[in-house]
């Protein structure tokens, strides 16, 4: 893990919300399998690009699901979601 020198600025953690740039990211990292097995929820086949694309349009669609891009030092890392149940 890399440390930082006490003077260097501190690292940041962001929300923001989903932008279309992110789906290629998002999926790429679907594809690591220990990512894959720590995530809440998987799908059934993982390299499958267009029904990944076409949940993410559906979740982008739906006004009752919040979901935003996590980025740390301005890297997208991930992304997190809320909805009504």
Known sequence: METRASNA????????DVVMSDLPIFFEQQLD??????????TKEPTDRDAFMAHWM????????????ILFDGQVVGSISSYVD
Do not use: C, G, K, Y
């Open 33 to 42: 399998p220990e990512a894959n097995h720590m995530a809440a929820f998987t």
């Open 9 to 16: 600025e501190p690292l940041s953690i962001v929300l923001r």
């Open 58 to 69: 559906r979740i982008l669609r739906d006004e009752t699901i919040t979901t935003q891009t």
